[in-house]
Nanobody, 119 residues
Framework: QLHIVESGGGLAQAGGSLSLACSAT????????MGWFRQAPGKQRELVAT??????TYADSVRGRFTISADNDKLTVSLQMGGLEPEETAKYYC??????????????WGPGTPVTISS
């Protein structure tokens, strides 16, 4: 069972920067993927950025402004967000995928951390 802790959400000015962090703990043999999604009220949850052994993935809208990185030893993923826009105000969710010792797969979502960008 995975336990996910999110941090870094809060307020930022338009054009400013904010960093998010996600840490995973639990009985797991390895992490295969970690990333961030976001969901604004009344809208569909969308991918922001993910990192895995195959590389990184970014939403077209954030590519060049956001950077995702992983610390495999700490099982932590960080998202550096720059050039923030008010339209990016949303609740941001950490997603973790991994493998168990017996070969099974596990996937879990964090509770979500709010990010508010003021104009």
């Amino acid at each position: 069972q995975l336990h996910i802790v999110e941090s870094g959400g809060g307020l930022a000015q338009a054009g400013g920067s904010l960093s998010l962090a996600c840490s995973a703990t639990g009985s797991i043999s390895s992490i295969t993927s970690m990333g961030w999604f976001r969901q604004a009220p009344g809208k569909q949850r969308e991918l922001v950025a993910t990192v895995s052994s195959s590389g990184t993935t970014y939403a077209d809208s954030v590519r060049g402004r956001f950077t995702i990185s992983a610390d495999n030893d700490k099982l932590t993923v960080s998202l550096q967000m720059g050039g923030l826009e008010p339209e990016e105000t949303a609740k941001y969710y950490c997603n973790v995928q991994g493998l168990l010792q017996w070969g099974g797969r596990v996937e879990e979502w964090g509770p979500g951390t709010p990010v508010t960008i003021s104009s």
